[in-house]
T-cell receptor
Framework: GQQLNQSPQSMFIQEGEDVSMNCTSSSIFNTWLWYKQDPGEGPVLLIA?????ELTSNGRLTAQFGITRKDSFLNISASIPSDVGIYFC?????????????FGKGTKLSVKP | DTGVSQDPRHKITKRGQNVTFRCDPI?????LYWYRQTLGQGPEFLTY????????KSRLLSDRFSAERPKGSFSTLEIQRTEQGDSAMYLC???????????FGPGTRLLVL
């Protein structure tokens, strides 16, 4: 099936550092979404992107919808301990299902105080 | 809190038993989605509804699985004759209008012994 390649798989950083993660695919997407998931909880929506080239911020988070529509990145500036969790990218495939979000495998972020 | 709610949050059952999960979407959202998430993976799409109509089913949804949304509001997901491989987190999401931005509930964690 369709896959999103999300990297890195995990990150271990110092508090205050900036973080960058990305998702790539060989297919074109109409929508990119970034979610954060804490253990035992459902994913929480962080940022939604709807147009190629779109750059959107939510507090210390910034995400971009790649111009080719095949990739997206998420940056977190000045990380804090509560940023710990698993970050997922998800996308709606162009010409694909009207319901199906395809998810990456996640980036596990650990922050050392 | 008017977010997506799911019940129960946890379910332990013996192999061969039937289980049923409930999802209450955000009240004005006409689309409702079910996903399954196993350890270390992103959520995988199972099925979705627009109002009462079930519009798509994934090949992951075997004939032991059935989902309903009888009045276009809450939905139930039933698994018959559970197997150990059914152990996972079952996530529900809802959206307004198109598939774009899906908001997830906290999930139901199923353990089949």
């Amino acid at each position: 099936g369709q896959q999103l390649n999300q990297s890195p798989q995990s990150m271990f950083i110092q508090e205050g550092e900036d973080v960058s993660m990305n998702c790539t695919s060989s297919s074109i997407f109409n929508t990119w979404l970034w979610y954060k998931q804490d253990p035992g909880e459902g994913p929480v929506l962080l940022i939604a992107l709807y147009k190629a080239g779109e750059l959107t911020s939510n507090g210390r988070l910034t995400a971009q919808f790649g111009i080719t529509r095949k990739d997206s990145f998420l940056n977190i500036s000045a990380s804090i301990p509560s940023d710990v969790g698993i970050y997922f990218c998800a996308g709606q495939l162009s010409g694909g299902s009207q319901g199906n979000l395809i998810f990456g495998k996640g980036t596990k972020l650990s922050v050392k105080p | 809190d008017t977010g997506v709610s799911q019940d129960p949050r946890h379910k332990i059952t013996k192999r061969g038993q039937n289980v049923t999960f409930r999802c209450d979407p955000i009240s004005e959202h006409n689309r409702l989605y079910w996903y399954r998430q196993t350890l270390g993976q992103g959520p995988e799409f199972l099925t979705y509804f627009q109002n009462e109509a079930q519009l798509e089913k994934s090949r992951l949804l075997s004939d032991r699985f059935s989902a309903e949304r009888p009045k276009g509001s809450f939905s139930t997901l039933e698994i018959q004759r559970t197997e150990q491989g059914d152990s996972a987190m079952y996530l529900c999401a809802s959206s307004l209008g198109g598939p774009g931005t899906q908001y997830f509930g906290p999930g139901t964690r199923l353990l089949v012994l």
